[in-house]
């Protein structure tokens, strides 16, 4: 199962697929867990069906055990591609007990937390991606833990979307408008691309 919907979050996708190829290399997972959910963004190198083939592939791992710490998920990941075309993710689990959210990215896939209520010179917070790709060559892992409160927002986008989408984030727009229009308007057109947005609405009761 690739998405299972989450009660604490409203969300939207959107993703391009190279008209040569049948399957889009690029895959998303939101899946919940008794802590919270947690939220991946995968690219598998290249396009095609390969490239799709190593995307499904880490999305089932990291389903299997969504409420492992993420970097135990990142590793076995890396174990399990190892005989396969590599992949670059981001991920991020959020506990809604603690009102935190752990996040991770090997490669480049880009990460960007839109706080609903922060002053407006610290409303943006990116995700340090780390050099690497999972399955290939594996930095050290050093996972980034940020309080989060409802109403604020995390994007992830595949290299496939121009890095200045980053420039037009809102918390205000509706998770799958965001994600359609950034597609829309920044994709490339020459890779796969995906954009994943998830907007924390509530607290655990």
Same mark, same amino acid.
């Given at each position: 199962m690739e998405i299972a919907r989450g009660p604490i979050l409203d969300? %939207? +996708?959107?993703?391009?697929?190279?008209?040569? @190829?049948?399957?889009?290399?690029?895959?998303?997972l939101i899946s919940s867990h008794e802590n919270g959910v947690l939220i991946a963004a995968v690219d598998g190198l290249g396009h095609g069906r390969e490239a799709a083939n190593a995307a499904k592939t880490a999305i089932s791992v990291l389903n299997e055990r969504a409420?492992?710490?993420?970097?135990?998920?990142?590793?076995r990941c890396h174990q399990r591609l190892r005989q396969m075309r590599g992949v670059v993710l981001s991920l991020a689990s959020i506990h809604v007990s603690d009102a935190?959210?752990?996040?991770?990215?090997?490669?480049?896939?880009? %990460? +960007?937390?839109?706080?609903?209520?922060?002053? @407006?010179?610290?409303?943006?917070?990116?995700?340090l991606l780390r050099a690497g790709v999972v399955g290939c060559q594996l930095p050290p892992l050093q996972p980034i833990v940020l309080p989060i409160a409802p109403g604020d927002t995390v994007y992830f986008a595949t290299d496939g979307v121009h890095?200045?989408?980053?420039?037009?984030l809102t918390a205000l727009e509706n998770p799958q408008k965001a994600a359609d229009r950034i597609l829309r308007q920044f994709q490339s057109g020459k890779d796969d691309a995906l954009v994943l947005v998830t907007r924390l609405v509530l607290t655990q009761t």
């Open positions: 969300w %939207g +996708v959107a993703k391009f697929v190279l008209p040569e @190829e049948e399957e889009c290399g690029d895959r998303h409420s492992d710490p993420i970097s135990s998920l990142v590793a935190a959210m752990t996040w991770l990215g090997v490669g480049n896939v880009q %990460g +960007v937390l839109i706080r609903a209520n922060a002053p @407006e010179a610290n409303t943006q917070e990116p995700l890095r200045a989408f980053s420039e037009t």
